[in-house]
Every structure is written in structure tokens, then in C-alpha cells.
């Protein structure tokens, strides 16, 4: 349906209270009373098959475009997650997957990122390693909680303790790396 008929429907539903019928065909949709779920009658309009979807109104202002590829101050993203798929961003758990996203972060002017890793133990040892040795300024990391047996009575004194989250000595739970 064009927009030009999208238009005149709408405007002659505001109006009348009913689309013009010749409209109303060509959109091939019957105006014959329908029962709704609760059993009333209920009449179908032209402008019931009409997408949101579909609509693609043109915009009427007329303004000066500014693109800005880059932000004028460095930027800290303080929200990221690695190696999760559809985040815009797999991997992060290799050196070259590292150095990838650096030069996306040069790119858009992003000067450090805050990553929440949901690692605990070796697995965020490891991780806290990489970051450290391929780019240690530009990369916070976060570990995850540990939640196994979370119902157990001694739980909320288990998860806060460091202990519980890493192993002994190595606690850099929400450390920046310098």
C-alpha cells in the first residue's frame, strides 16, 4: 500500500470515523462486522493491516546533518561482557581477539573498558592474566560470583569472603591493571 493511500485512510478514519471504502477494497480487507474475543461486534478498518513495521513515514525536519565518528574526550565503557555471543563482541580470550578490540576501542575513542567476566577461580586467574599482559591499562576486570549452593546456610558469608570467590592469594576481583 502506498503511503499516499496510507495517508488519505488515515485521514478519512480521523475524519469520518470510517476509511473510504474504495481503499478499504483494494487493501482487500472486508468491512463486514467481526466478533472480537469478548463476542462484540467489531468492524475491521483499512488502517487494521498497517504494520508499524511497515510504516516508514518521511521526516519533515529540516536540519544539518553531524556525523561524529569520534567523541571529542575518551570514553570509558564501563559495561562489557567477553566472550558472550550476541553482545557485538565474541572472544576476548585470546591476544589477537584482544588486540582487535583495542583498535575498535582507538577507533571510536573508548579509553578503557570495564569487562564483567562472570569467571571465578582459575578461569578468571587466566583471564586476569591475558588482559594484564597484552594491555594493562586499557581493561578492568570484574570476576563473577560464585553461586554454587547458593541455598546453603553459609552462603552469604562463603560469597564474601574473598576466598570463596578465588583461590587464596590471588584476589584481584575488580582490579585495574597498571
Known sequence: MSRRKVFAALLNLLLLGDPLSAQTKEAGISTAPQLNEGGFAQQK???????????????????????????????????????????GHTGGNTPESIGDWVKGMD???VEKVI?????????FDKLADLYQKTYPDRFQLWCGLDIRDFENPDYPE??????????QGRARCGRTFR
Not at 521526516?59 to 564501563?78: E, H
Not at 569487562?115 to 578461569?123: F, H, Y
Not at 562463603?158 to 583461590?167: E, K
Open 45 to 87: 478498518k483499512a488502517m487494521d493491516s498497517v504494520l508499524l513495521k511497515d510504516w516508514v513515514p518521511d521526516s519533515s525536519l529540516v536540519v544539518p546533518v553531524t556525523n561524529i565518528p569520534k567523541a571529542r574526550f575518551p570514553a570509558i565503557d564501563v559495561h562489557v561482557h567477553v566472550g558472550m555471543s550476541g553482545t
Open 107 to 109: 577507533e571510536a575513542g
Open 158 to 167: 562463603r560469597a564474601g569472603r574473598t576466598g570463596a570467590l578465588l583461590p
Open 115 to 123: 569487562v564483567l567476566t562472570e569467571a571465578i577461580g582459575p578461569e
